[in-house]
């Protein structure tokens, strides 16, 4: 190993699943608004052999988008943005919640 190099000691597992509702529709019956519902289950395991389970937890985001009329670009652009958004407030929670878990099982030094 290299100076500098850093070696794992934990693995982080993430599964994602999607729900979709729709919320409004058009005269034509086409609908006019999404809302999605994002669901992340987590496993932390550290790197030991056999690895042990550290802690899990499971995360929640919701979001919706409008669907344009006769904008198919606008709202292929405004569902990447939404499904964006949702990864990014998963990640978050899940960084919060390992942040949490580490900081109540870590002792910290007093300074001298």
Excluded at 58 to 81: H, L
């Amino acid at each position: 190993m290299g100076r500098g190099a850093v070696t794992a000691k934990y693995e982080l597992r993430v599964g994602l699943g999607y729900g979709v509702e729709l919320q409004g529709f058009r005269r034509d019956g086409f609908p006019s608004r999404v809302r999605f519902s994002a669901t992340s289950q987590w496993l932390l395991f550290d790197v030991a052999t056999p690895p042990r389970e550290i802690t899990r937890g499971t995360e929640r985001a919701f979001d919706a988008y409008d669907i344009p009329e006769n904008q198919f670009f606008a709202a292929d652009v405004a569902r990447e943005s939404m499904e964006r958004q949702l990864i990014e407030a998963l990640a978050q929670q899940i960084l919060e919640k390992l942040a949490i878990h580490f900081r109540g099982t870590t002792r910290f030094a007093a300074p001298a």
